[in-house]
């Protein structure tokens, strides 16, 4: 299996509900951070390619045909190249609003975490956003030039810019198939993260 689709937007732009659209739409299965976090492989391997290790991305991304969010998202300019037919989406929400979220959630799990190896450590707090993920001007900084970045970077006719809200149809039409017939996905929102994240504790 190959990777059809590949996301480049940061966690809480709506890559959870881009997930299970994906896997509606038939590119599932998505790999997402939630996959890391219940599979003890994936994290071992990940943790390790955030330490230095070198990719082997077939077996990084074995059984899965799309990836959205971290970690795969911090490795979007390698995974354009190593996978130069899948289809590429920049999930993209206002950087205020991002921020809002992003502040509530993975930032705050970030704070809460004991271990350093975490890829919330490891990758997003200090590889994604140098050591800066509680700081709002850096952090929406990051933000902003990782959404310059794709932008300068896919070419037009490959990339889809997705924004919270755009629902099926531009979706379904960047990537071939029939729209479906039922509601686009609406998942992991502020309250449910939280939720989560209290389950875990």
Request: with cysteine.
């Amino acid at each position: 299996m190959s990777i059809k689709v590949i996301g480049t937007g940061f966690g809480r732009t709506g890559t959870d509900s881009m997930r299970e659209a994906l896997t509606i739409l038939g590119f599932g299965p998505c790999h997402h951070m939630s996959e890391v976090m219940a599979n003890d492989d994936q994290k071992r391997l990940w943790r390790a390619l955030a330490k230095g290790a070198a990719p082997d991305w077939s077996a990084l991304f074995a059984g899965y045909a799309s990836c959205m969010d971290w970690p795969s998202a911090h490795y979007w300019r390698d995974l354009i190249k190593v996978y130069p037919d899948a289809r590429v989406i920049l999930t993209w929400r206002s950087a205020e609003s991002w921020w809002q979220s992003f502040e509530k959630t993975i930032a705050a799990a970030i704070s809460q975490s004991q271990d350093q190896e975490s890829l919330g450590i490891s990758l997003v707090s200090k590889q994604v956003f140098g050591g800066k993920a509680h700081d709002r001007v850096a952090a929406i900084a990051v933000y902003e030039a990782n959404i310059a970045a794709v932008l300068a970077t896919v070419p037009p006719e490959r990339l889809l810019v997705h924004r919270l809200g755009d629902g099926w149809e531009a979706l379904c039409a960047h990537l071939g198939v029939p729209v479906p017939d039922q509601p686009y996905p609406n998942r992991n929102n502020t309250g449910e993260f939280q939720a989560a994240m209290n389950r875990q504790r």
